[in-house]
């Protein structure tokens, strides 16, 4: 199907997509990547029953006949990060008091997929519609009526929830979740498909993009240093997205930590290898909380070995160097 899309006055397109999507979050996703578009965005299509734009929220609404479609682009949102991330504020380490103490403990992203996934709950009204709708499938096999506002609801939570975990979830990991969504709410089940989720696996894929997107564009650099469209730099070349094993290949500053502050963590940490009867326990946690620091020394600098065993000696400790 051909659409006229207009992006602004002087900024008017051709797009042709080969098949219509059932969605239109898909469709906005179709667009944002052919127009390179970045943020979330509202599509609007002209009605030929009032010959005005209307925003478009249904894919049934669509005319069938050459579609004029406009696309506005709204402000990217706001990070998911503490606002002490962004004034990089740390207080100065009292006389006798370390540095990791000085400073709020880390909420970065370590944590390991859950096996099983477990479903976040929903909005009052979509747990109301689900609950409703998975009492009538199990009285008469009835599936619920799923509107776009109430799939985008259930997609955001779902995504984000992912995000949590895994900012690059892998289709095996996308395939679980469709498919714990849909034991969770068999109302939710596709009919005419052999799994029932076979179209909620794309949906969080592509909004699972999305959010990537959002996020990388307020800034958060994991998703920036992993983007992989090229930016034109030897860095955005060089750069690939996270591994399977690499829960975090460059996490944010813990909330409320500056470089500055996870420098003098490293210090200490460094005082505390020199001693003859070093204490483990303290140099796991200095190593726990400096994790970023290390990641982003090592990803943007491209040290050497020596340079990274002079700065981060403890990396080097065998079994034998603990007293």
Known sequence: MLFHVILADDDIRRVQIESLPETVDEL?????????????????????????????TEMSDLPTERPRLKVIVKEPPNMPTSAALLDGSCSETAAGTSASSACPPSTSRYRHWPDPFIIPTFSYY?????????ETYKRNGSLLTVNSAMKRDILDKVASAMYEYNAYPTTKQIEDVAQVLIEKHP????????????CWKFSLAFKMGNLRQKYRIAGCPELTINHKRSTGT??????????????????????????????????????????KK?????????????????????????PLVSEIKDRWPALFLKKTDWC
């Open 28 to 56: 906005m996703t179709i667009l944002q990547n052919r127009l390179d578009l970045e943020g979330d965005i509202v599509v609007q299509f002209k009605d030929p029953e009032f010959n005005e734009l209307c925003n478009l």
């Open 126 to 134: 979509v747990e109301l519609k689900l609950k409703k709708g998975n």
């Open 187 to 198: 109302c939710l089940r596709e009919p005419g498909s052999t799994h029932g989720w076979y």
């Open 234 to 275: 030897s860095l955005g070349k060089k750069m690939k997205k996270a591994k399977r094993s690499e829960l975090n290949f460059l996490p944010d500053f813990p909330d409320g930590k500056s470089s500055d502050c996870l420098e003098g963590e490293r210090l200490t940490l460094m005082e505390e290898i020199k001693k």
């Open 278 to 302: 070093r204490d483990r326990k303290i140099i796991d946690s200095l190593m726990e909380s400096t994790f970023a620091l290390r990641r982003k020394e090592i990803v943007h600098g491209e």
